[in-house]
Structure formats: C-alpha cells, structure tokens
C-alpha cells in the first residue's frame, strides 16, 4: 500500500483540498503571433503542440492574477482567507523583485499568514507545494496555500521566434492542509547548476563607477534558452525522475489515473507518458490554449482538469516540473481532502 508506506517515513499527512486558476483574456494566437516575427502556426503547433497563449496586459499585475487563482482555491476548500497559515507564491517574475506573496496574501485576506516567494522557474510549483509538506508534517502550519504564478510575457524579446512564440502568462493555486490522510505520496527534487546557462533570465551589465569601484546598475537581459538543450535534459531527466519516485513509493505505472506534467512542449509530454506506457487519455494536456506557463502549468493544468471531473477524489496523479536552474522534480499525489481513505 503506498500511502501505509510514506505515513511511516513522513508522519502526519498532507491533503490537496482545493485548486484555482486564472489567466488574462487578452489572447495572441499563433496566426496572430506570426504577423509579428517570421513563424506560422504550422510550426508552432507541429513541434510544440502550442495554439494560443493569454498575455497580462499592462493594467493587470501578476499580484492579481495569483489572488485570483487563490480566491477559487479557497472557495474550492471550503476555508476562509483568515484561516490560511502560509502563502508560497512559486514565481520567476514577481511583480517585485523583493517578492509578491505578502502582497497576495494582503490582497487575499489571509490576514494571519506568512508569505514569501520561491524561485524555482517552471519547477516552482512542485517545489512549492515541496516545501509547504515539510511545514505541514512538522506541524508548524495547518492551512498553506501554494501559488504557481508568472509572466514571462513580461521578459520575452518578442523579436526572437525561438523563445516567444513558447510562452503564456497565468496563475494556478492549490490549498494544503494537515489531514490524516496522506496526500503527497513522495516527492524528489533536483537542480543542475553546471547547465545553468541553457535557459536564463539574468542580469545585464550596467556598470557605474564608485569611488575605485564599480557597481552592476541592475537591468535585467530577456529570457534566453538553448531549446535543444533543454528538450534533450527535458526528456531525459523527467522520466529518470519519474521512475525514481515509483520505485521509491512502491507504485506501478499502470497505478496512476492522471499525468500532470509542467506544460512546456506536447512532444515532451508524449515522451514521458510512452516511457512510463501511459495511455495518452491519462495524459492533461492543455498547452494548445495557453503555451508554456512556467510555475503556472501545473496548477492551471490541474484545477481545469478537476472542475471538468477528470480529476476525482482519490486519483492517483504524477507531475513533474522542469526548467531553469536547471531544475526538474517530480510528486505523486492523492487528488482531494476525503472521500478516498
Ligand atoms: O519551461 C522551460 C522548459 N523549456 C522547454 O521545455 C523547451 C524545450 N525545447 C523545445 O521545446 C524545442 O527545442 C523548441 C520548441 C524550443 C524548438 O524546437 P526544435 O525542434 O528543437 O527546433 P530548433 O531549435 O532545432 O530549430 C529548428 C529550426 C531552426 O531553423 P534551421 O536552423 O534548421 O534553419 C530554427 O531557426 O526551426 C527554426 N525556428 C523556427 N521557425 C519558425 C526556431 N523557432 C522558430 C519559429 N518559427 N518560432
């Protein structure tokens, strides 16, 4: 029994209770897109399965989009605001550089909780919701809420068809709650810094003099990524990861009812569910409406798939995250707060 096996390596559990989403309604399809640099939606769609994304307009923040997507989640769990302990707000493109989350949790209400950011690029979910286990099985906190939230419309060079015809702005959250059931089955995380530079969001130089020294002035470059790189570390390493986190709990492929990967690439996704001899049925897939989310894929991807009944109480869901860092996890999740012990 795999869940029999993590409560004894971990102590008390961790349930799912709730999921929201939100994303912009400004959309730019790939028709649309290739008015503005030299590709076609025949490109796009064939070697990513990418139809369309949703870009923050300038009068909407990021900040807003994570408390939408918290709102539903919360509504989703039954709770109020006031009862939330933590918000983790998993993001590469806060709307400050010092962070969002106590924003967030300003704007949600959540008036007796602790918030701060994670950067984990588009691993930043599963590192999140990771990171909100350990608090929880400590019994430091009872009630945390994880956002996956960013923007990378925001840091895109809209002249570069490698990189911006990929990506999409939303916000996915989900609600963590001490349960005695066990939710999160096992997780693993990983990062690779020695390949850091195949896919980042650095620093540009500015350099100002100082008396004898200099200073950098803090401009920030656009995102740039070796595609080939990263699909090639993509394929390999999430079902190197995936595997793992089966044997390690004990759970056969033919046991999972849903794949919930981080939303970069179609053929990616295939890649991983014909390693695993997953039914493409199992595999949630919703890439073609809103491109590569970063730590909004996975959220998004799941709160859809629940609202539309896919997902049910008690299902047995592997996701798996990777990106920049680089870095990629994976976890193995039972759906839902009860109905399934
Ligand atoms: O969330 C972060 C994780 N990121 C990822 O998972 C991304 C992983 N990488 C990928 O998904 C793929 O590498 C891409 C979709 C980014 C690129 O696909 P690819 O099959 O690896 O294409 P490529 O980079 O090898 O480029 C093939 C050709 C090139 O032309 P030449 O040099 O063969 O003449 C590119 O210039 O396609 C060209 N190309 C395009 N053509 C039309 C590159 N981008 C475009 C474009 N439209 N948007």
């Given amino acids: 029994m795999v869940e029999e096996f993590i409560l004894k390596a971990t102590g008390p559990g961790m349930v799912f209770s709730g999921c929201g989403s939100a994303t912009p309604a400004q959309v730019l399809t790939n028709d649309a897109l290739s008015q503005i640099v030299e590709t076609s939606d025949e490109w796009i769609r064939s070697r990513t399965g990418i139809g369309s994304r949703h870009l923050l307009p300038p009068d909407q923040s990021l900040t807003d989009l994570a408390i939408a997507a918290g709102k539903s989640a919360i509504a989703m769990a039954g709770i109020e605001s006031a009862e939330i ?48 286990s350990q608090f929880i099985q400590a019994g430091t906190y009872q009630k945390v809420l994880v956002i996956g939230a960013d923007a990378l419309s925001r840091w895109l060079d809209w002249e570069d068809r490698r990189t911006c015809v990929l990506f999409g702005d939303g916000a996915g959250a989900v609600v963590c709650q001490t349960s005695e059931h066990q939710g999160l089955v096992g997780f693993e995380l990983y990062s690779d810094g020695s390949r850091n530079h195949c896919l980042t969001l650095g620093l540009s130089s500015g350099r100002k003099t100082l ?124 759906w839902g707060e009860n109905g399934w012990s």
């Fill in 211 to 334: 008396g004898e020294g200099q200073v950098d002035t803090g401009k920030y470059n656009t995102l740039q990524m070796n595609g080939r790189e990263v699909y090639r570390f993509a394929v390999d390493k999430v079902p190197e990861v995936m595997e793992k986190l089966l044997y390690r709990t004990e759970t056969q492929p033919e046991q999972l009812d849903w794949l919930v990967l981080h939303q970069a690439n179609q053929r990616i996704m295939d890649a991983v569910a014909k390693r695993l001899k997953l039914d493409p049925e199992r595999v949630i897939s919703n890439l073609g409406q809103y491109g590569n989310t970063s730590a909004a894929s996975i959220p998004i991807a799941l709160d859809e798939a629940v609202r539309d009944g896919k997902i049910q109480p008690g299902d047995l869901i592997a996701t798996a995250g990777f990106g920049a860092g680089l870095s990629w996890g994976a976890a193995l999740i039972r």
């Fill in 85 to 132: 302990d933590l918000v983790i707000l998993a993001t590469s493109t806060p709307d400050d550089l010092f962070g969002s989350a106590s924003k967030v949790a300003h704007g949600l209400g959540a008036t007796r909780a602790v918030g701060f950011d994670l950067t984990a690029a588009c691993s930043g979910f599963v590192f999140a919701f990771s990171v909100a």
